[in-house]
């Protein structure tokens, strides 16, 4: 009898020794599940964090582009107006150097002042060598440098 008991005993202390075993894998899974709850939530609010500057971000670099796309518009109507201009001053240039290559005989001055100042000659060479005026000769150097 006392064999049984001493058996019964022992099964029991086994199976108390089992379920020891058991609560403490229990306890440490549970201690894991919290660990990872903790993990999954500072994950959770390192995420919330980049997507808020990530939003944040995005609003930048969309008003950055409305103001880009503005200056474009702007440059775009300031190049029209610019090309407008060119051409006009194109047009009066030719019209000017056509004036000046159609004139009389008598008017060959002009027509050497502007051979010279094609070749380079300076204002001063224009006035002595042509007869203009300063502001003449200023202006036909002026109307070649711009061709070049």
């Known amino acids: 009898m006392n064999h049984m008991l001493i058996i019964f005993i022992s099964v029991d202390i086994v199976l108390l020794l089992v379920l020891l075993v058991q609560i403490k894998s229990t306890q440490t ?3 894991r599940s919290l660990a990872q709850a903790k993990l999954i939530d500072t994950l959770n609010d390192t995420l919330e964090r980049q997507y ?3 939003h944040e971000q995005l609003l930048q670099v969309q008003q950055q582009t409305t103001l880009a796309d ?3 518009a702007e440059m775009k109507q300031n190049s029209a ?3 407008e201009q060119y051409q006009y001053l194109q047009t009066e240039i030719q019209q ?3 004036l000046l290559t159609s004139q009389q005989p008598a008017d060959k001055l002009y027509s050497r ?3 010279l100042a094609a070749l380079g000659a300076s204002a001063e060479e224009l006035v002595q060598e042509c007869e ?3 502001t003449e000769a200023e202006m036909l150097i002026a109307i070649h440098q ?3």
Request: no cysteine; aromatic share 4%; glycine share 0%.
């Open 70 to 72: 503005q200056n474009i």
């Open 81 to 83: 107006h610019v090309t």
């Open 132 to 134: 203009l005026s300063t």
């Open 146 to 148: 711009r061709k070049k």
């Open 52 to 54: 808020y500057d990530l």
């Open 113 to 115: 002042a502007l051979k």
């Open 96 to 98: 000017l150097q056509q």
């Open 29 to 31: 899974l549970k201690q």
